[in-house]
């Protein structure tokens, strides 16, 4: 396969450009400059890493410096998602006509943090995040933990069907099941810390062993498995965005994100470095024990190196506890979400007052100019070969084949779908459309 989406000078460009903006520009022109520019960037990270002909995104990141702008950038976000957005939502008489300026801010995280987890494979991408790495640590524990409360749940339900709230309303579920990907992301992007565990400071070990205890946590992602649960008798994962059935003869294969989990104990618990660090309390040992009922043959069959796991807990189970380790360290400090909180203590209603009047009211021109802008981001070849899956219908999420011939951007698996759902998708679809039409 031969496609590109950016050239190579137009990447160089692109990646050096890369800013942290503050929380009350957000959504502005030039916020939304880079909100496209990272999408390229995503976009040609993944054709990269799909046809394996290099990584030249991920060179230029490390090149130029720009992992702790994306960690940055990305806890930036986080923080207007839990201190701004849910003012916004508050306001009675906000009543948009349009909720994608404000989307694109919402999905900010989730582009940031899929680029990440692309490029963080690399273990010079780790390095090159410097005392940021502090900071994506504690980002990551954040969003697991909101993944184990998720226990029961199974997680966020794909609506599948008309949908009656406000379009503020609409634009909160949308936000919550992007949490629950975002969340699972962030899990990919720790399995990959994880792999340079032998090379990272003594502060980043601490508080990734002692200050989170990121071992039990891990355990008790495996026991609740949150991307899995059950409908009636069906067995169903969150793969490739949505929930799938699995097959019977299917269920006993490891899925990706078990895998990770899987991957980022044995590296917590077997490198030397991580286990001088590791205090084996009662408590950590009860946890850790629990992992032996998960350890089958089948398992062992499809990640063989598991076996030094097996042998590392039969030992563990004979072995004294050791008492909590009270020792000096001079720890660094993530310091970037309490920066960003003390700048903007105080200042969340008139930070959301501000986007409402200058950000996320724009005029019809606005839109469209919007309009057109997404659509050259978004070119529909580039997108195929990124998501090669089958489309789903807009309306009522089933496979499908037909595609809105005015605008090109929505799926249905049948005309009356299509109808349906007109009422919702019309504004945008014209939008679209007339964006297209003004190049």
């Not at 190579?8 to 692109?14: F, H, K, Q, R, T």
């Not at 933990?145 to 199974?154: E, I, K, M, W, Y």
């Not at 962030?186 to 989170?212: E, F, P």
Request: aromatic share 6%; with cysteine.
């Amino acid at each position: 396969m031969d496609l590109e989406l950016l050239l190579p000078g137009e990447a160089d460009v692109l990646v050096r450009g890369l800013r942290s903006f503050p929380l009350r520009e957000m959504g502005s022109e030039g916020w939304n400059q880079q909100h496209e520019n990272l999408e390229k960037l995503n976009m040609q990270a993944i054709l990269d890493a799909t046809v394996s002909q290099g990584e030249p995104i991920q060179e230029l990141l490390v090149t130029h410096g720009k992992i702790p702008t994306l960690v940055e950038e990305l806890i930036a976000v986080e923080m207007w998602k839990q201190k701004v957005f849910p003012v916004l939502c508050k306001v009675e008489d906000f009543k948009p006509q349009n909720t994608f300026p404000i989307y694109m801010v919402v999905h900010h995280e989730a582009s940031i943090i899929n680029l990440l987890e692309t490029v963080f494979f690399h273990k010079e991408v780790c390095e090159s995040a410097e005392d940021t790495i502090l900071d994506l640590v504690d980002y990551c524990h954040r969003k697991l933990t909101l993944l184990v409360a998720r226990t029961g749940r199974g997680g966020p339900h794909e609506e599948e069907g008309p949908q009656d709230g406000t379009p503020m309303q609409e634009l909160q579920k949308q936000a919550e099941l992007m949490e629950f990907e975002i969340s699972l992301k962030a899990l990919s992007v720790l399995r990959y810390i994880t792999d340079c565990v032998d090379s990272l400071s003594l502060s980043i070990l601490s508080r990734m062993l002692s200050t989170h205890n990121l071992p039990c946590l891990l355990v008790e992602l495996l026991e609740h498995s949150p991307w899995s649960r059950r409908e009636g008798s069906k067995l169903q994962r969150f793969e490739g965005g949505h929930w799938q059935t699995v097959t019977p003869p299917e269920q006993q294969k490891l899925s990706k994100l078990d895998g990770q989990v899987w991957i980022a104990l044995y590296n917590l618990l077997l490198s030397p470095e991580a286990r001088a660090r590791y205090c084996l309390t009662s408590f950590a040992k009860g946890q850790l024990l629990k992992l032996r009922a998960f350890l089958t043959d089948t398992l062992l069959d499809q990640l063989p190196n598991l076996a030094d796991l097996k042998s590392f807990l039969a030992h563990l189970a004979l072995v004294e506890t050791q008492a909590p380790k009270k020792e000096l360290v001079l720890e660094q400090i993530p310091e970037i979400w309490e920066r960003l909180e003390q700048e903007n203590r105080g200042k969340w209603q008139a930070i959301a007052k501000h986007q409402l009047r200058h950000v996320f009211n724009p005029s019809e021109q606005d839109l469209r100019l919007q309009a057109r802008r997404w659509a050259e981001t978004y070119r529909l070849d580039v997108l195929e070969a990124v998501a090669p899956e089958r489309p789903r219908c807009a309306y009522c999420n089933a496979e499908a084949s037909k595609r809105c011939s005015r605008c090109q951007n929505e799926w249905y698996c049948c005309r009356e779908c299509q109808v349906k759902h007109w009422e919702k998708h019309g504004k945008a679809c014209v939008l679209a459309a007339q964006g297209g039409k003004a190049k």
